[in-house]
């Protein structure tokens, strides 16, 4: 079976239809290609993890049920047994409704980070450049051909709020300084004016690292720790910790939990 969007397995039929639970607080409307939208189709994703149970309806409008087999950019693969279904984000919905709460808060966080960038490259003359969060490595990118300024999805939802303005900030110095700048002194001069620190893009990816590492230490082999997954809280006790996760040990099994997602203690 493949596993990239291609015609191989069921392909449901693009639809304009937007969930009318999250229309509201996105503020984005059915307008296509404009230019200050803020949340895009590629966002969606962020409600869903793999392994999630969803449901949607079908064609012949017949509701299916499944679990989250991978996050391609603009749908998901479903295992429906015996079928696989490729369903866009925006019309699957969490069985679970306390997953579908906690994962509300991913994008309401997006939407946060959005405005804010939209609200610095305003202030800085680039009312007509777009804004777009992708899934690349680098915490940002600026796009001269197209005047887009992209920030990373992960680096959105788990950069502290310095952390997230230095890149949008370093993003609409490129911006200002043109396409062959580069990280050179006219680039350089321009950041330090907007108070961006002056450094290339691999020194921040090593920021994100510093961040992860910051949380890591602050827990230990053996602390009690709880975390959220699958639609519940869990509580448990670390028994290794890896370069980026903990092995939690809890009552239900073994869980192998992103450093970021860990709280201290109980559930509260
Ligand atoms: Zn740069």
């Known amino acids: 079976m ?17 969930r009318p639970d999250l229309t509201d607080c996105l503020n984005i409307g059915n307008r ?8 895009h189709k590629e966002d969606w994703q962020i409600l869903f993890d793999t392994d999630d149970e969803v449901w949607f309806l079908d064609n ?15 749908r998901a693969l479903v295992d429906c047994e015996p079928e696989i279904w490729n369903v866009p984000y925006n019309l699957l919905n969490h069985v679970c409704e306390r997953t579908a709460k906690e994962r509300k808060k991913r994008m309401t966080q997006l939407v946060m980070v ?35 300024i ?39 001069d321009i950041a330090r004016q907007l108070g961006a620190i002056p450094k290339a893009n691999e020194q921040e ?15 230990k082999v053996g602390d009690s720790v709880s975390f959220f997954a ?27 939990v992103p450093y970021q997602r860990l709280e201290k203690g109980k559930p509260n």
């Open 114 to 148: 959005a405005t804010h960038a939209r609200n610095i490259m305003d202030h800085h003359g680039l009312g007509n450049w777009s804004f777009k969060f992708n899934n690349a490595k680098n915490l940002g990118s600026c796009r001269h051909t197209g005047m887009q």
């Open 2 to 18: 493949s596993t990239t969007d291609t015609d191989t397995e069921n392909n449901y039929t693009d639809s304009p239809f937007l």
């Open 205 to 219: 990816t090593d920021q994100l690292r510093k961040t992860r590492e910051k949380v890591k230490s602050l827990h």
């Open 32 to 39: 296509v290609n404009n230019p200050r939208q803020l949340i």
């Open 60 to 74: 012949g409008n017949e509701r299916l049920s499944g679990l989250i087999q991978k996050l391609n950019p603009k």
């Open 150 to 188: 992209q920030l990373s999805r992960k680096h959105a939802l788990n950069g502290t709020e310095e952390q997230i303005t230095d890149t949008i900030l370093h993003e609409v110095a490129h911006a200002i300084a043109g396409p062959f700048a580069g990280h050179g002194p006219v680039w350089k």
């Open 230 to 256: 699958r639609g519940r809280y869990h509580f448990g006790c670390i028994e290794k910790m890896n370069p980026k996760r903990a092995k939690v040990l809890c009552a239900g099994g073994t869980w192998s």
